[in-house]
């Protein structure tokens, strides 16, 4: 449910009513530090506190994970719950009524949308189970048979069967649905002839299950092996299901985190690796369904724990989505490893499962290599490194790789393993790197140099500095600053809203923001919010300067103006003008200068 469908009136009053830290109190101990409340950070594993409240803020951020919000973002990530649940939750907490349908009638009408999807894929599931479990003969009970999955597990992933693409719509029909509800929840198509048909017509149905136990969406595999027949027909985008944000078999994780049971997760490809490995035992196994992993799917597996073991298939399509799994897990600092299997042995984890049995494959995770580990001793398979030509193009492509993602002390340890690798002395790998880094730096510089001159960074970090300095109240008179925020950027809309509620003799506090902006971690806007004021002395100082230079900033950029206004003039009247209004702001900028 969506922000927009509530009143601000009646988020500010649920919000006052629901202190963040009393909140967050009923979840995780909460040790009081300076000016801030901190904990250990309940969205992904860690030792030592980094999670961090600001009461008076009314707003959490955690400088391990990134994650931030205020009251409602927390307890939506808390309970796993989506927006309306939580404003519920939170109402219900201080005493508040819901707004009445009369009130919300776009609210009332997507919450009811969104149930009635809900109910339409929980008789589509019951229904497909039970055409499973009803046709001993069919060929999806064969297939599963032939698998050997078992019917323990049948049930637990409450796998089913579309025996035909008639039966689907009558019976969802016979229960009252309508068919844009069938439509809408994607388990139901309409022909060219205007009739509906079972969208997974004929196939094996795999349920898609979110966070906490709801069918979202399902993947059909077909049995028959027809080649006019696409191999799986997966659920589109509904009200309901986002693909770059649900993974097969994450809300199991989430049982094993609430035991206290999981600290590692396995990464493999296809529902039947992710049941076969669930059958073995091992369940803190997940699949991503054929499909890249998003920085969306890499940031709910950082939330359950902070190490991950790929086991992608080891074709060459499932080497590069293990290269690209690796970048976008190790973007958001999980600490990754890999298994290849030997495809002489076994394709896939069901596979060596079948053949070697659950120990050997335990074995292999236990051994599992360090992500770029891997990558160097991989990509160094492309090339002969008996060739001074390819041994060459290697070292670029490692020395690039190492430089992404390590830290300085992993680079030693990765140097020495291309060191081995091509026989050349460390230092002289340590000096291509630095190299390597000072020409790509240099070449960024050339695309767009405006980006790092010294006054474009000084102009960014003053727009953060006095931006925060609104939101926390430390000036009001900011009428004389507009001339900074007349962009079109996100520190320019944020100042507009500040700036409105000045204006209106509104109040305001970072909490609000969350309600209004998407902040993601080491963002503008996020920087704004955790920007770390320097002593008062310090920062009256610096905010005086700030001032005097934002003010010849907006001088210097009519300057720029003007001289281009010249520049176009059609007559020496509007010409002479300019010059006159160039000679009074040159003046002016020189003053100014003169003055600091």
């Not at 002489?344 to 120990?359: H, M, Q, T």
Request: hydrophobic share 35%.
């Amino acid at each position: 449910m969506t922000k927009s469908s509530f009143s601000s009136e009646f988020l500010d009053e649920v919000r006052s009513k629901n202190d963040i830290v009393d909140v967050a109190s009923k979840y995780i101990t909460l040790n009081r530090r300076g000016g801030s409340f901190w904990a250990c950070c309940p969205f992904h594993n860690e030792k030592t506190p980094s999670f961090s409240i600001k009461q008076d803020g009314q707003f959490f951020k955690c400088f391990g994970c990134g994650e931030s919000g205020n009251v409602f973002n927390l307890v939506m990530k808390l309970e796993n719950v989506d927006f309306y649940t939580a404003v519920e939750m939170l109402a219900k907490n201080a005493g508040l009524q819901m707004p009445s349908e009369k009130d919300n009638i776009a609210m009332q009408k997507l919450k009811y949308q969104r149930d009635r999807i809900y109910q339409v894929l929980k008789a589509t599931t019951d229904f497909y189970h039970n055409n499973l479990l009803n046709s001993s003969t069919s060929a999806q009970k064969k297939y599963l048979e032939k698998r050997q999955i078992s019917p323990e597990m049948i049930e637990k992933f409450k796998i089913g069967a579309s025996l035909d693409y008639d039966e689907l719509p009558r019976h969802l029909l016979k229960l009252g649905f309508k068919p844009e509800e069938m439509i809408s929840a994607g388990v139901v198509g309409k022909n060219e002839r205007g009739n509906l048909y079972d969208f997974y017509g004929e196939r094996l149905i795999f349920p898609i299950f979110n966070g906490f136990g709801d069918v979202v969406a399902y993947s059909g595999r077909a049995v028959d092996e027809k080649p006019e027949r696409a191999k799986y027909k997966n659920t589109p985008q509904t009200l309901v299901f986002n693909k770059s944000e649900i993974l097969f078999g994450y809300n199991f994780l989430r049982d094993l985190k609430k035991e206290h049971m999981l600290d590692t997760i396995i990464i493999v490809e296809g529902h039947i690796d992710v049941i076969a490995c669930h059958q073995a035992g091992i369940t803190n196994t997940i699949g991503c369904m054929g499909t890249a992993l998003t920085t969306q799917h890499a940031r709910k597996i950082k939330q359950l724990a902070d190490n991950v073991i790929l086991c992608l298939d080891g074709d060459s399509a499932g080497n590069l989505a293990t290269y690209k799994a690796i970048d976008t897990l190790k973007a958001i600092d999980l600490n990754v490893r890999v298994v290849r299997l030997d495809s002489s042995v076994a394709k896939d984890p069901d596979e060596f499962l079948k053949k070697r049995g659950k120990e050997e494959f335990l074995e292999l995770l236990n051994n599992a290599m360090d992500c770029v580990d891997f990558v160097l001793y991989d990509s160094a398979k492309k090339y002969d490194l008996q060739s001074n030509a390819d041994k060459n193009k290697y070292i670029n492509e490692a020395l690039n790789y190492i430089s992404k993602f390590s830290t300085p002390a992993e680079r030693e340890i990765y140097l020495g393993v291309v060191q081995k690798m091509v026989k050349i002395p460390i230092d002289a790998l340590r000096n291509s790197m630095v190299h390597n880094a000072h020409n790509t730096n240099e070449s960024k510089e050339n695309v767009d140099s405006k980006l790092d001159t010294e006054s474009n960074k000084y102009i960014l970090d003053s727009k953060i500095m006095l931006l925060s300095s609104i939101l926390y109240k430390k000036i009001k008179n900011i009428d004389e600053l507009s001339g900074l925020f007349d962009s079109d950027d996100e520190l320019s809309t944020l100042y507009g809203f500040l700036k409105d509620k000045i204006n209106t003799n509104s109040d305001y506090n970072v909490s609000m923001l969350f309600d209004n902006f998407e902040i993601k971690d080491k963002s503008l806007i996020d920087r704004v919010i955790n920007y770390n004021f320097p002593s008062e002395e310090v920062y009256n100082l610096y905010l005086k300067d700030t001032i005097k230079r934002v003010k010849q900033y907006e001088m210097e950029k009519s300057l720029s103006e003007l001289k281009s206004k010249m520049l176009n003039s059609k007559t020496d009247e509007e010409r002479n003008s300019c010059l006159q209004e160039m000679k009074e702001l040159q003046e002016k900028i020189i003053k100014e200068k003169s003055q600091r």
